[in-house]
């Protein structure tokens, strides 16, 4: 019973071993530089540093949570032991920093109105859940104690997310805030404090004046407080902890954190900071004047903040200006104003709520619109409100040292439509878009469709294209891919390949035989093949004929038809060769037809039958007529003879006797009702066939009952027949192989002419010099693998020949993982004069089409999204796959080198 | 020994009666009831509990033992211990006996417990201490045989907790312990966590900063004169109005007029956190939810306490943080809840034993909280080891965390909290396994008295009696 439980006990001791070795190994190894640490280098298209130019094509090194490199990709080296993460076609910016919030516990603030010892940081719960600002690339806030009062207390540093509670707080006293605009002078102008038990220790506080319910009050009133906390014995022990904490704050030249709108609040503020002597910040000054000629290097300017009178999403009333006043200038001029004033990076932006928090670039992208440019922006988000708060060493830029606090966005920062992609604190990730597999939007240069070239991409969802063009719609969640100047053509086609089954198939196979079956899942083979762009392959046994599966080659491969084909070869002795095809032909074709007869047959039988049920019907409606005519006519007679007897049995004196034997012969719970009709019912049914004076009573002619037709015969099945036929009614194609010219002519007439089937060939040199025969008869062409020959000292370009006739043409590597390289032997004879146009048609559309495989070939909407990217046009040999999508889903992504 | 204390005394022997162990014993004793002197006699005469299962919490259990108790402590425990012929004996056959349990945290022992004024460190709660309350009573019948009673959770500093065995006819013959420790709670009443925050640390600012006086070697006195001259000679008039009179009214409100019961409250009371800064007495820190929690920490570095962490149920979420101190905590009395994401409006069931246990924080539960407003009372203790052991707990370690680890949490594991030779006889008689819903509590003994029999508990046989028609 025991020894579970030790064993157990064993087991955890032996994990704590375990883990005490692997303490000592991994202590031991951080001794040596290299390895042991988490190095990851996260590689996309930009990188915004925040206090610089943008990077392009560049990478990010981060070793344990701090940034370490930021530069361009070539000019770095990148570690051998890092962990790649690739946002091509992505962003980086540095995780957004926001220069004042109120995000603290919401209970009931504080009715007085001045608390210098209350701090921000003791309100702060690390534990609530700040996703939705994780989310929106918020990861480091100033927390302010209040707004409506006015010295609310002290402000702090922290960071949204993060794993050590305890590293989170960067400040726990940032600042004094002090609030000078009307939000402060009303404050409950008498301190009344509550009223409770009263006791010794608790004495009933007398209610008093609070400060301040004028301007001028309060800066007298402020003046009047610093200097009782300046003149304070800091020894003693009975100080105003009030005036003992706005003492301490005073000679640690705490930053004074003002709320301001009009000049004059502006001035007071600044004359109060220069007569302190201590450093400033401004929070939404509406007016600037008294800013512009300020001489913002000094140390004591620590700068402003402001936010646009703006909300996400929501309209707000602007106030009429007053008539003999200036109107104050909007934001983004303001803004302006002060970096042409030379205000540098200590401007700063914040949005005007804490709710619109989660939509912080979307706003600040509105100061673009006084023409400050992208980085000036950004940087009013992330590196400027960092010095700002006195944490610019820690974040707000990817700097090296720093901590990797970025943010990756789905496309340029401060555009529309950009989204944040995934949000990291010290290079853990906090936040990352649940990429929706259904959706998917891909932005490229052009993509290929029926239609023509278009430019831009194409939008994927559930499977299916259901975009194309340049101005996509895509759902929220979509995962968003970018190639610039990516090239989009469909998935390619193979009409023959040798990967799938794990190997080439050359058993001889009945024409039944289902290759579904022998599909192999996850094959390593099949990863190779797809990486040249095929997406949709064809196989079947080497020993013909054989069926023909289509399949897509993704990693448990899915069907798209089987059998789509049926392949035959002619070739050898063709005269034998005729007689033999042309039996197995005729066979199928008098298995098929017996079939087509009965299909025929039975249809006619069923039209039949359910006439028949319709004259059965109303036969037996006649028949049930008559019958109650005959039944009421009984029983009158009936009725007539018992009268009769009743007038006999009275009159022999005998009145009612007889009615009880009569029920005891029948059920005795049954009452007289039931037991009527039982004579009646035989009555007609004798009647019937007997009497024949009564069916012409009812003057109805024909009492035939109408005949049931007879089922035609099924003609016997014949496994091994039946894929013909789907093959006679043109469901499928005939593949036929003929090397040689004369083969071609027989398949011609075999299969086109006598037959009329839906004919491919699989041929080289001998179609390109029966091309014109195979166009007339519109037999399409298959090529490969080998395409180019040589014929009379000249190069001979098959599928080029071919199509410039006007047939139709396919490509076929028969190969296993050379499947991937068969568009580059296509581009061999594109090279050779083959157009591209053709080319792709006959590695996409053209086979599908001719096959009937309705949902490939073709980047049409409602298709299933085969595609590949491209880095240039197709069958360029410059050109590189980029990715190939299978079904909506990435079944390759070129690896970054 | 006046009459009244003698009538006490009687109907404490009465209720320490003993089922006879034999018609020779059940003379004897009729012989020694006849007169008083034979009356003390027994009441010091040996007890000793036989043939019972016995769980002493420290080491194995023991199939089928015997425990002698003699004046009030556990004199010999084991398979072969020899009765004496002068004790009584207690038939424990099929019965468990095991130690009595201790309570951590309770503040429901109070009669009128002090709700309103907030900063009261000079309080202690045995002032307030009914030995007859309901409350012990409960206690006895459930197997509590010691509790802490703490000041509640709103108030500030709500004052001195004391360490109290349940059965006494006066507080001082309960009291195992008095100042057991400051309590603080960081769970706002009024106002917000910043205020609450910041008149606290300004008191115990006033604590670490007469400790640090005293350290240089001035007198501890000198703060109060000071304050004295600070009052007999206001702060200099040159202030102008509009500040200054709230200034100054805000500063008032912190000198306490004089007099001398204030005085001498206001010392004991600096006294009182003067010995929770300088560690000598723990302080019980309520936590409300997981922010109470980091603020808690912060604050035991700045002023070096000596913390016991009571915490409320949404403090899990902090329980990373406590491992870090390796310390048992006292968790609230609702152990399994449902609690509610405000973004995705998910439901989550939260199991907070099975949390501290992932955090490797061991805890010990109690009878309080917020969440846990219960009419099961005191038997609601018994109960927490139970959904503890349904959620994983190994039994052995549930009956440890209401016997033992709560005696070590509050220092008086050498009194009490298992059975061992030499410790408080204080254990309990059970009619089957411990944590068994249908296992009662048939004796209770505290220090070698039986205080509670089911068998003379009117209350539980009317409450069990079929109903009157």
Redesign the interface.
């Known amino acids: 019973m025991y020894s579970p439980k030790s064993n157990l006990a064993f087991k955890q001791n032996l994990r704590c071993t375990l883990l005490l070795w692997l303490c000592v190994g991994v202590s031991f190894v951080q001794n040596t530089p290299v390895f042991g640490q988490q190095i990851d280098a996260y590689f996309a298209s930009q990188i915004w540093p925040g206090n610089g130019p943008v990077i392009n094509d560049a990478v990010m090194i981060v070793v344990d949570g701090k940034v370490t490199h930021v530069n361009a990709r070539g000019a770095v080296e990148i570690p051998a032991n890092a962990k790649r993460h690739d946002y091509a076609g992505q962003a980086i910016i540095p995780g957004l920093v926001v220069a004042q919030t109120t995000l ?2 919401s ?4 009715t ?4 210098p ?4 940081v ?8 700040f ?2 600002y994780l989310e929106a690339g918020v990861t480091t806030v100033q927390l302010s ?1 209040g707004n409506s009062l006015l010295m609310p ?1 002290q402000g702090a540093v922290v960071k949204l997310g993060g794993k050590d ?2 590293n989170r707080v960067l400040s726990d006293s940032e600042s004094l805030r002090i609030v000078l605009t009307r939000d402060a002078m009303s404050p409950p102008t008498v ?1 009344e404090p ?1 009223v ?2 009263v ?5 009933l ?2 209610t ?5 319910t004028s301007f001028a ?1 309060a800066i ?6 610093f ?2 906390a300046r ?1 304070l014995d800091a020894k ?8 003992e ?1 706005l003492a301490k704050l005073v000679a640690a030249k705490r930053t004074l954190r003002f709320s301001v709108e009009n000049n004059y609040e502006v001035r007071a503020a600044l004359a109060l900071a220069k007569k302190l002597d201590m450093p400033w910040l401004l929070v939404d000054p509406a007016e600037t004047n008294e800013l512009r000629g300020l001489d913002w290097k000094r140390a004591d300017a620590v700068g402003v903040v402001l936010s646009p009178e703006m909300r996400a999403g929501r309209l707000v009333n602007p106030t009429v200006p007053v008539p003999d006043r200036k109107p104050i200038a909007d934001v983004w001029l303001r803004a302006k104003a002060l970096v042409d004033a030379g205000i540098g990076n200590k401007l700063a932006m914040r949005p005007p709520t804490d709710v619109d928090l989660t939509d912080l670039m979307f706003l600040a992208s509105l100061f673009k619109r006084g023409g400050l440019s992208t980085e000036q922006v950004l940087s009013m988000i992330t590196n400027n409100p960092a010095g700002m708060l006195g944490i610019g060493n820690r974040v707000g830029s990817l700097k090296p040292s720093a901590d990797a606090d970025f943010v990756v966005l789905s496309g340029k920062p401060l555009e529309t439509g950009t989204r944040v992609v995934a949000t990291f604190i010290e290079g853990r990730s906090v936040f990352n878009a649940a990429a929706d597999n259904t959706s998917t939007t891909i932005e490229a240069g052009s993509v290929y469709t029926p239609n023509g070239i278009v430019p831009g991409g194409v939008a994927v969802r559930n499977g299916k294209f259901s975009g194309i063009g340049a101005s996509l719609t895509s759902s929220r969640n979509a995962s968003i891919k970018r190639f610039p100047n990516g090239v989009i053509v469909p998935g390619f086609i193979d009409c023959s390949t040798n990967v799938g089954l794990g190997g080439n198939l050359a058993e001889s196979l009945a024409l039944n035989a289902k290759l579904g079956d022998l599909l192999a899942r996850d094959n390593d083979q099949i990863r190779l093949a797809r990486q040249g762009g095929v997406t949709t392959g064809l196989i079947s046994s080497s020993r013909l004929p054989s069926p023909v599966l289509a399949f897509k080659l993704t990693d448990s491969p899915r069907i798209v038809r089987d059998p789509v084909a049926l392949r035959f070869s002619v070739s050898g002795n063709l005269t034998t060769a005729e007689d033999s095809m042309r039996r197995m032909l005729r066979s199928g074709k008098a298995y098929s037809d017996a079939w087509t007869k009965y299909d025929a047959d039975f249809a006619a039988y069923e039209v039949k039958l359910k006439e028949y049920e319709i004259a059965k019907k109303q036969y037996d409606t006649a028949k049930a007529a008559e019958a109650k005519i005959a039944e009421t006519k009984a029983a009158e007679a009936k009725a007539a003879e018992a009268k009769a007897t009743e007038a006999k049995k009275q009159a022999d004196g005998k009145p009612a006797t007889d009615a009880k034997p009569e029920s005891k012969d029948g059920t005795p719970v049954t009452d007289s009702v039931n037991t009527t009709p039982k004579p009646p019912e035989t009555k007609p049914a004798d009647a019937k066939p007997t009497d024949p004076a009564k069916p012409a009573e009812t003057g109805k002619p024909a009492a035939d009952e109408p005949k049931k037709p007879d089922e035609p015969k099924k003609p016997p099945v014949a496994d091994a027949l039946e894929p013909f036929r789907p093959l006679f009614s043109k469901k499928l194609t005939a593949i036929v192989e003929a090397s040689e010219v004369k083969a071609i002519e027989l398949v011609v007439r075999l299969f086109r002419t006598e037959f009329d089937l839906i004919t491919a060939v699989v041929s080289g040199r001998a179609a390109a010099s029966q091309a014109d025969l195979l166009a007339k008869h519109g037999v399409l062409v298959v090529t490969g693998p080998v395409l180019v020959g040589e014929e009379d000292g000249q190069v001979v370009n098959y599928p080029g020949d071919i199509a410039a006739a006007g047939v139709p043409i396919a490509f076929q590597s028969q190969t296993t993982t050379g499947t991937s390289k068969l568009p580059d032997v296509v581009s061999y004879a594109v090279h050779l004069g083959l157009g591209r146009d053709d080319a792709l048609r006959g590695m996409s559309q053209g086979p599908a089409s001719f096959m009937k495989l309705t949902g490939v070939g073709a980047i049409e909407l409602g298709k299933d999204a085969d595609l590949v990217v491209l880095s240039g046009p197709p069958f360029e040999l410059s050109s590189e796959v980029l990715a190939v999508m299978i079904d909506g889903n990435w079944v390759y992504e070129k690896e970054i080198k | 020994m006046d009459h009244g204390e003698w009538q006490n005394l009687r109907e404490r022997q009465e209720q320490a009666m003993i089922k006879p162990q034999s018609k020779w014993f059940a003379r004897v004793t009729a012989l020694l009831s006849l007169t008083v002197s034979a009356t003390h006699l027994v009441a010091d005469a040996p007890l000793a509990i036989q043939g019972a299962k016995i769980i002493p919490v420290v080491g194995e259990p023991i199939a089928i033992g015997t425990v002698l108790i003699r004046d009030g402590k556990i004199e010999a425990i084991g398979k072969d211990v020899v009765i004496p012929g002068e004790a009584k004996v207690i038939d424990g056959t099929g019965k468990v006996v095991m130690p009595g349990f201790v309570d951590a945290h309770n503040s429901a022992a109070m009669t009128s417990a002090n709700e ?5 460190p ?1 309080l202690s709660v045995v002032d307030s201490i009914d030995p007859v309350a309901a409350y012990f009573e409960e206690c006895r019948r459930n197997g509590i045989t010691s509790a802490a009673v703490v000041p509640g959770n709103s108030t500030l500093i709500g004052g001195q907790a004391a360490i109290v065995k349940t059965a006494g006819q006066y507080v001082n013959d309960m009291i195992l312990k008095r100042d057991a420790g400051l309590k603080v709670s960081l769970r ?1 009443v ?9 008149r606290l ?2 008191e115990l ?2 604590a670490k ?2 400790v640090e ?1 005293e350290a240089k070697g001035e007198k501890p006195d000198e ?1 109060a004169e ?2 004295k001259e ?1 009052e007999e000679t206001p ?2 008039a040159e ?2 109005e ?6 100054k ?3 008032g ?5 004089s ?1 001398g ?2 005085a001498a ?1 206001q010392a004991a ?1 600096l006294e009182a956190l003067k010995k929770a800064v300088k560690g000598e007495q723990p302080v019980y820190i309520y936590c409300e ?3 109470d929690v ?2 808690a ?1 912060q604050l035991v570095t700045e002023y070096s306490l000596k913390p016991i962490f009571v915490l409320g149920p ?1 403090c899990y ?2 329980a990373e ?1 406590l491992a870090k101190r390796n310390e048992t905590v006292i968790l609230d009395a609702s152990l399994v809840f449902w609690e509610t ?3 995705t409006r998910e439901d989550k069931k939260v199991i907070v034993p099975q949390i501290y246990r992932t955090a490797k924080v061991p805890f010990v539960f109690q009878t309080e909280g917020f969440g846990a407003r219960t009419s099961l009372g005191s038997s609601f203790f018994w109960f927490q080891a139970a959904t503890a052991v349904k959620y994983g707990m190994p039994e052995k370690e549930a009956i440890e965390a209401i016997t033992l680890l709560p005696a070590k949490r509050i220092g008086i594991a050498n009194l009490v909290g298992s059975l061992e030779v030499g410790k408080d006889a204080d254990m309990l008689i059970l009619t089957g396994e411990p944590l068994n819903i249908s296992t009662w509590v048939e004796q209770t003994i505290i220090d070698g008295k039986v205080v509670y029999e089911r068998s003379k508990d009117d209350k539980i046989k009317r409450l069990l009696a079929p109903a009157a028609e």
Do not use: W
């Open positions: 603290v516990e209970n009931a603030q504080s007085l109105a001045v608390t010892e209350f701090r921000a003791d309100g702060f719960d690390p534990f609530r859940d996703d939705k104690p207390g509670l305890q301190y509550s409770g038990a006791s010794v220790d608790r004495p506080e007398p008093r004046p609070q400060l301040a009050e007298v009133g402020l003046d009047a407080l200097a009782n003149e003693r022990s009975d100080n105003d902890p009030m005036l904490s | 309103r004024n907030e900063i009261v000079f706002p009024s106002g917000n966590r910043m205020s609450q925050l910041s640390r300004k600012d006033k900063k007469a006086k703060a000071t304050k600070g702060k200099p202030k102008p509009g500040g200054s009179e709230e200034k009214d805000e500063s409100a912190d000198q306490q007029p007099g019961n204030d409250s009371g939810n997981g922010m980091t603020a920490l949404s979420k902090a943080l994401n405000p973004r």
